[in-house]
């Protein structure tokens, strides 16, 4: 039976305490993505990390060469890793990360990282249209409150919104625990 490949998402020090652009109880979400990617290790099963540079006129986050848009050290990738520099949110746009994966025979991608309504949404969408099978680990990704129409829509609200919004047709939303117990 084939196995996964890993994709951790912009997991870069911006999105925690102190970073540029803070999300929702980043930490947590990290930590949990660190245990999918032990679980990765252990099976010596390919690992990608997509790395966030903003290339945009007047970015304040993810700046190239900055320590706020380096991975964060709970996730730091290991040597036989792939790091892949995006410039937008899917983590296909203008990369080869698709190219690695169809180069390696990879059809299933486990899916975490940040942030869920933008990087995390955009991604899944697209792997799902490249015919990628997706695993999305919910609690192993985070995102932030947004505003619209003069409302607020907390954090906890968009990331049910988003994880709502991709489970069934573009991925299996699990929880790490429910991962780790059928990996």
């Not at 690695?100 to 899944?124: F, K, P, W, Y």
């Not at 607020?152 to 709502?164: F, G």
């Amino acid at each position: 039976m084939a196995h996964p490949a890993l994709v951790v998402i912009d997991i870069q020090n911006d999105y925690f305490a102190g970073g540029n652009m803070p999300l929702h109880e980043p930490q947590a979400a990290a930590e949990r993505a660190a245990e999918v990617l032990d679980r990765f290790r252990q099976r010596s099963w390919p690992c990608f990390h997509p790395q966030h540079a903003s290339l945009q006129p007047g970015a304040t986050f993810m700046i190239p060469d900055t320590p706020g848009q380096e991975i964060a050290a709970i996730l730091t990738p290991a040597e036989n890793e792939t790091v892949i520099t995006k410039h937008f949110p899917s983590a296909f746009q203008n990369t080869t990360l698709h190219e690695q994966l169809q180069s390696l025979a990879i059809d299933q991608l486990v899916i975490c990282g940040m942030m869920t309504h933008m990087c995390i949404d955009t991604s899944v969408r697209a792997a799902f249209e490249r015919g990628y099978r997706i695993q999305l680990i919910g609690d192993a990704t985070a995102t932030r409150s947004l505003q619209y129409g003069g409302n607020t829509l907390s954090a906890e609200s968009v990331q049910t919104a988003y994880l709502a919004g991709l489970s069934g047709v573009f991925a299996t939303v699990l929880n790490t625990q429910e991962w780790l117990g059928q990996s």
